[in-house]
């Protein structure tokens, strides 16, 4: 399964070079990942927002995400892959993301 990254390009983070930055890091970490950016989706009371998706897994949504969030997004992205739903049982490696979550949808 594919996992998407999406950023909101209306928010500051979706306009900076992070996307792409993640993106090269997924692609070092072997993870087959798509990031891409969407005109908005509607987080606009708390910008930054990113959402994790997968076919068939748990869909995440964060807010108030950062660049120096990237590390943790990376993380993100490693455990909804390894996950065969998309959940996460321990929250703890996310570091300061985990504050962020604005929801989560089952899959």
Known sequence: MTLTVTFCAGCPLG???VPEDLAHA???AGLAAQVRRTDCMNGCARPSTVAFRAPGKTAWLFADVTAADLPDLLTM?????DSPDGTIADARPLG???SKLLGRIPG
């Open 15 to 17: 306009r900076t070079d």
């Open 26 to 28: 997924l692609a070092r």
């Open 77 to 81: 992205a490693r455990l909804v892959d």
């Open 96 to 98: 300061g993301l985990r």
